[in-house]
């Protein structure tokens, strides 16, 4: 066996408290219980970190039984902790005791992003003067690099921005009031239309100015997109670009 199976053996010991052939002294096999229970703690203390406002509606208990049952589902795929609740939001989707909490994923989703753009890098903004002088067509042709820590959320469904809010002392959130897509930025969010939302997302994605104008269109016919692109460029989200 190499040493990177050996390797892949432990992790999976820790993981699951049945695999006990893993390559090691019957000493550390006998104490594989306590590496567990490390491995649990940690994992579970950097869920908890990162998913703030979902362990707000469940409460810190069920969290954790929740975190518990993520972990073994799915076992860590990076060293960093602050990586492991990438797929917690899809786990809560399908696990059965949240059913009855149908926005909790699209709440985790929200608090992932917050998450990873706390930890995004610090990248500057572009020296825009080069776009100074392009004509309309050629600025429409643009294809914008964003900031890491600028994402887009949206829920269909859910008032995602306003249960965010009622967790940081807003109005307590009316879960009938239909779905709403943010705009995360760093620690802040900022409530975007359906429109600016797909405008920023088609963005991101690589498609150029003209080609992520239409899409928004497509949600709403009348979408003025100046003051979504104002906001990006002003803000210095805006780190590359490039004319397709």
């Known amino acids: 066996m190499s040493y990177l199976d050996a390797i892949a053996r432990f992790a999976d010991a820790l993981n699951d408290g049945a695999d ?52 073994q589902a799915q076992p860590s ?27 909790l994923a699209d709440v985790a989703r929200l608090d992932w992003a917050v998450h990873r753009a706390h930890f995004a890098a610090d990248v500057p903004p572009a020296d825009l003067t080069p776009l100074q002088s392009l004509s309309p067509a050629e600025f429409g042709l643009v294809r914008l690099s964003l900031h890491p820590a600028c994402t887009v959320v949206q829920s269909g469904a859910w008032p995602i921005h306003a249960i965010d809010r009622m967790h940081h002392a807003g109005p307590p959130a ?43 269109w497509q949600i709403c016919a009348d979408f003025d997109p100046g003051p979504t692109l104002s906001l990006l460029f002003g803000r210095g989200l805006v780190t590359g670009f490039a004319i397709s």
């Open 20 to 71: 006990e052939a893993v390559p090691v002294s019957a000493v550390t096999r006998s104490n594989l219980g306590y590496y567990r229970g490390n491995v649990a703690a940690n994992r579970g203390s950097a869920l908890q970190a990162g998913f703030p406002t979902v362990m707000a509606l469940v409460g810190v208990s069920y969290f954790d039984a929740l975190a518990l049952a993520y972990q």
């Open 77 to 103: 795929v990076s060293g960093n902790l602050h990586d492991d609740g990438v797929a917690l939001a899809d786990f809560i989707a399908g696990f059965a005791p949240a059913q009855s909490l149908p926005y």
């Open 174 to 216: 009316q879960l009938d009031a239909g779905g709403e897509s943010v705009l995360v930025l760093r620690d802040e969010i900022h409530l975007l239309d359906a429109a600016a939302a797909r405008l920023i997302d088609t963005l991101q994605q690589g498609l150029n100015i003209n080609a992520a104008c239409e899409a928004a």
